[in-house]
């Protein structure tokens, strides 16, 4: 363990730290969004215990008196190009307690610790670490770590013009933003739970008809019905939902997506799409759009994904004027693809942004 004359030390996690980790996260991180002690704590196991790809790397900054003062965390995670299979850490979380952002050993701490998660990443033969989540502190910690900052991850939005100026108009008569968390809001009819698509017959077929679309070299996320069943019916404070398309009882396209809500207006949040092909995936956005009363649609695909494709076929766009005027009206940077490689084995660059094929769930962080 090193040492600091501030009497800092620098470790890994151990049991013993979850209780104390579990409200220092929430204390510093997800306080805003969940009120509650009990959605951090759920939040938190989750994230980094039950994710099927194993348990996430952690080390901690702890002070004279024990207390922790940085946290760090990178969730495992697989990928895979072609038939190749990459072991990577996905960057998550970095938080300082901000009496401790006065001090002098807090602008050490972050490498310090990011230097254990990759000692430990190179004990486990982890290949690389990503991320897509970044604000202005932690895309200058990343870039001074030597990450490749390798794209903007620019959102893909499907505008119901008349029906968000009249969100608009009656957020501005109301004085009040619109209550985006009531499913009426959203739908025509009631959506469908996440576990209809997992439960179908035809899900696995649909996975592999959907990955043999995907050409073999970019870098993609390793998705099974277990993956699916954690990251979408399993999240403790956000519901999902999904459209199914089936042709003759074959299942031949399914889109999974959440509710959210800004600038007043609805949104649905697009997460993943599945097709047998091309052509069945634009029907479905499609019947999506005509399913749903929200304002907008909106997704994200980094640059090597075929799927933006059908995206954009199917009427999305990348000039909205709702995002240009989100994004002028944000402190908030747009998402960005980093990584940091350090195993020349790899079949593919990926430093290139060609090389990556994520969708919008991949890239939201948790």
Same mark, same amino acid.
């Given at each position: ?109 972050? *490498?310090?610790?990011?230097?254990? !998660? $990759?000692?430990?990443?190179?004990? +486990? ?5 990503? %991320?897509? =989540? ?124 959440? *509710?959210?809500?800004?600038?007043? !207006? $609805?949104?649905?949040?697009?997460? +993943? ?5 091309? %052509?069945? =995936? ?85």
């Amino acid at each position: 363990m090193m040492k600091l004359k501030q009497e800092i030390v620098y470790r890994y996690c151990s049991d013993n730290d979850l209780d104390e980790l579990s409200r220092f996260v929430g204390k510093f991180l997800w306080t805003k969004g969940y009120e509650l002690a009990s959605h951090w704590e759920a939040l938190f196991r989750w994230k980094h215990f039950a994710n099927p790809f194993g348990k996430s790397e952690m080390a901690v900054a702890v002070d004279h008196g024990g207390k922790i003062v940085t946290f760090i965390a990178g969730m495992h995670w697989k990928l895979v190009a072609g038939e190749h299979l990459i072991k990577c850490l996905r960057w998550t979380d970095l938080i300082s307690d901000p009496d401790f952002r006065r001090e002098p050993a807090s602008a050490f701490a972050p *490498i310090a610790l990011a230097a254990k !998660l $990759r000692e430990k990443a190179r004990l +486990e033969d982890v290949s690389l670490f990503f %991320g897509s =989540g970044a604000n202005t502190y932690s895309l200058a910690f990343t870039s001074n770590l030597g990450w490749k900052d390798v794209e903007r991850l620019w959102p893909l939005v499907s505008v119901n013009y008349h029906q968000a100026l009249a969100s608009v108009i009656r957020s501005k008569l109301s004085h009040k933003r619109q209550n985006g968390y009531d499913t009426k809001n959203y739908f025509k009819r009631a959506p469908l739970p996440v576990t209809s698509l997992l439960s179908h017959d035809g899900i696995e077929s649909l996975l592999q008809k959907d990955q043999k679309l995907e050409d073999s070299s970019p870098l993609t996320i390793c998705k099974t019905v277990e993956y699916l069943k954690w990251r979408y019916v399993d999240h403790p404070t956000i519901t999902y939902y999904t459209l199914i398309r089936e042709q003759g009882g074959e299942l031949t396209a399914a889109v999974i997506f959440r *509710i959210s809500t800004d600038l007043g !207006l $609805r949104d649905i949040v697009i997460d +993943e799409i599945f097709m047998s092909s091309p %052509g069945e =995936g634009v029907s479905l956005l499609n019947e999506l759009r005509e399913t749903v009363t929200a304002d907008y649609l909106l997704t994200r695909f980094s640059l090597g994904s075929w799927k933006r494709d059908v995206f954009l076929k199917s009427g999305f766009g990348t000039r909205s004027r709702i995002m240009r005027y989100y994004y002028s009206h944000s402190d908030v940077l747009l998402d960005r693809l980093l990584v940091d490689s350090f195993d020349k084995t790899i079949p593919v660059d990926s430093t290139l942004p060609e090389n990556w094929a994520l969708t919008m769930g991949d890239l939201e962080g948790f």
